[in-house]
């Protein structure tokens, strides 16, 4: 896969755990990435709701986690 860095920071090789949030949170089909701290100022969110979040779906059985 090809290897993603964050949109605001710019971290490199972002994790499957990271683009996986951005498509479920913000637009499936994004270019634009972020990694997990980033991610959740973007949302006014912390970075432990996006790992709650993460487990959520992988719960679900999403694919992308
Ligand atoms: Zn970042």
Do not use: H, P, W
Not at 10 to 19: P, V
Not at 35 to 54: Q, S
């Amino acid at each position: 896969m090809e290897k993603k860095s964050c949109y605001v920071c710019g971290k490199e090789a972002l994790s499957k755990n990271e683009i996986g949030l951005t498509k479920k949170l913000l637009d499936k089909n994004s270019k634009r990435f972020y990694c997990l701290d980033c991610l959740a100022e973007y949302l006014e969110v912390d970075t432990e709701f996006l790992l709650a979040k993460v487990e959520e779906f992988k719960e679900q059985g999403c694919k992308q986690f």
